[in-house]
C-alpha cells in the first residue's frame, strides 16, 4: 500500500475563469440530466426488449474506443477552449433536431442509438480539452477542490434538480426534455466562450511529429506510471459493472421492484444527493486517508451498495443503496481525475486523459451487453449482482498497483511532473 503523504487542499477562486466554467458545467449537466433520464423511459415506450435499450447505453460509450484517444491528441494541439465551446453548440444542435424528430413521430431505437453516438463522439474531444484547461484556471493545490466543486455541482444540477424536472417535462410532451438539452448547450458554450484561459505549457512539437506519435507518447506516460496505470485498470473493470447496471436500472427498477416511472426517477435523485455528499466529505476522507487509500474504501463500499441493490427486493433499500453508490462514486472520480491531473506530463494532459478514458470507459459497451443478457437470461435484478463482480476484481487488482513507498502525492520518477501553478 502506499504510504499516505500529507495533500495540501485549498479552495478555488470562484471569480475569473473557475467560475465560469463550473456554471457551464453545471448547465450542461443540467440539460444532459434531463436527455438521460427520458432517453431510457423514450426507449421503454418503443421496445421492452432489454437488449436494444442496452444497445442505446453501449452505442454511448463506443465512440471512446474508436476516437478517444484522438479526441486527446488534438485537444493537446488545439485552442481548448474554443474546442469546448464549439463542440457544445454542435451538440445543442443535435439534440434539438432530435427534439424536432420526437416531436413528429420519429423517435426510434435507431435513432436513439444514432443520437448516442454522435453526442459521445464529440464528448471524445470536449472532456479531455475539459481536463486539460482545469489546470489553467486554479492553483495547483486547489486543483482537487476543483475537481469537487465542478463534480459536485454537476451533481445538484444533474441529479437532484434535472431528473425530478423530467415527469414535469414529459406531461408537457416527449421532446420537451431534449429541447431543455438544447438550450443549455447553447448556452454552456456561451460561458465557455467567455473564457480567458492562461496559455497552456506545450513544448515546441518535434519536426514531423504526427498524431500517431504524439498519441503514443500519451500512451507511454499512462502506462509508465505504476499508479495511473493501476488506476486506469481499476476503472476498467468498474466501468464494466457500471454499464451492465445503467444499461438495465431502469427495468430493475420498474420491472423487478415495480416502482414505475417515479420510482426510477427517485433511484436516480438519491445517487446524485449521495454524490452530493461525497463531495463534502471528500476533502475530509483525503486528508486522513491520501487519495490512493480514499479509491480503495469506495470501491469497498460500492460492492455492498450493489450487492443490495440485486438482493433486497424493496424499493426502499434500493434507494439507499444508490445513495452510498453514489457517495462513493464521487469520491473514487474526484480522486482519479485529481491524480491523472497532478501525475501527467506537462502540456501532455490532454494525451493521458484520453488514454486513460480510452481504456478506462472500453469496459462500459461490453458491460451494457452484458447486463442487458443476464437480465434476459437470469432476472432483472442479476446486473446489479454482476456489477458487485467487477467491483470486487477492481478493488483486488488496485491494491497490487499502490505498493509500499510509492508516494500518492507526487510522480513516481522524475519523467512526471505536477503542473506548474498559475
Known amino acids: 500500500m502506499a504510504t499516505v503523504e500529507a495533500v495540501a487542499v485549498r479552495a478555488p477562486a470562484w471569480r475569473g475563469g473557475f467560475g465560469r466554467l463550473w456554471g457551464a458545467a453545471v448547465l450542461s449537466s443540467f440539460g444532459d440530466a434531463l436527455r438521460t433520464a427520458a432517453l431510457p423511459l423514450l426507449a421503454v415506450s418503443l421496445t421492452d426488449e432489454p437488449l436494444p435499450i442496452a444497445a442505446v447505453t453501449a452505442c454511448g460509450y463506443l465512440p471512446w474506443l474508436l476516437f478517444g484517444l484522438l479526441g486527446g491528441a488534438v485537444a493537446d494541439r488545439v485552442d481548448q477552449r474554443r474546442a469546448m465551446w464549439t463542440v457544445d453548440a454542435l451538440r445543442g444542435l443535435l439534440v434539438a433536431c432530435f427534439a424536432v424528430a420526437v416531436t413528429l413521430g420519429h423517435a426510434s431505437i435507431g435513432l436513439l442509438i444514432a443520437l448516442a453516438f454522435a453526442l459521445t463522439t464529440l464528448q471524445t474531444l470536449f472532456d479531455n480539452a475539459s481536463t486539460a484547461l482545469l489546470p489553467s484556471l486554479v492553483d495547483g493545490d486547489a486543483l482537487g477542490s476543483a475537481n469537487a466543486r465542478l463534480m459536485t455541482g454537476q451533481k445538484i444540477a444533474g441529479g437532484l434538480l434535472g431528473a425530478p ?39 515546441p512539437r518535434a519536426a514531423g511529429s504526427t498524431l500517431r506519435r504524439e498519441i503514443a507518447e500519451g500512451v507511454r506516460a499512462l502506462v509508465g506510471d505504476r499508479a495511473l496505470r493501476g488506476l486506469c485498470a481499476a476503472t476498467a473493470l468498474c466501468n464494466i459493472g457500471v454499464g451492465a447496471l445503467i ?17 426510477y426517477v427517485t433511484a436516480t435523485t438519491a445517487c446524485a444527493v449521495g454524490a452530493l455528499a ?41 434507494v439507499a443503496a444508490m445513495a452510498v453508490f453514489g457517495l462513493m462514486g464521487m469520491v473514487w472520480n ?29 469496459g462500459a459497451p461490453v458491460g451494457a451487453l452484458l447486463g442487458g443478457a443476464a437480465a434476459t437470461a437470469w432476472g432483472l435484478n442479476t446486473p446489479a449482482l454482476l456489477a458487485a463482480v467487477f467491483f470486487t476484481l477492481s478493488v483486488a487488482s488496485l491494491i497490487p498497483a499502490f505498493k509500499r513507498h510509492v508516494p500518492v502525492g507526487a510522480p513516481v520518477d522524475g519523467a512526471t511532473t505536477a503542473h506548474a501553478v498559475r
Open 334 to 362: 474526484v480522486n482519479t481525475t485529481t491524480l491523472m491531473q497532478e501525475r501527467s506530463p506537462a502540456g501532455m494532459l490532454g494525451r493521458v486523459s484520453s488514454a486513460f478514458r480510452t481504456l478506462a470507459v472500453a
Open 278 to 318: 461525497g463531495g463534502a466529505v471528500n476533502r475530509r476522507l483525503v486528508s486522513c486517508l491520501g487519495r490512493v487509500r480514499a479509491v480503495l474504501l469506495a470501491g469497498s463500499v460500492q460492492i455492498g451498495a450493489l450487492v443490495v441493490m440485486g438482493t433486497v427486493r424493496d424499493l426502499g433499500a434500493l
Open 165 to 203: 424536472v423530467v415527469p414535469l417535462l414529459l406531461a408537457g410532451g416527449a421532446a420537451l426534455p431534449f429541447a431543455a438539452d438544447a438550450a443549455t448547450f447553447l448556452l454552456a458554450a456561451a460561458l465557455v466562450a467567455s473564457l480567458r484561459p492562461a496559455p497552456p505549457e506545450r513544448a
Open 247 to 263: 444499461a438495465t436500472m431502469v427495468l430493475l427498477v420498474t420491472g423487478w421492484h415495480g416502482g414505475g416511472r417515479a420510482g
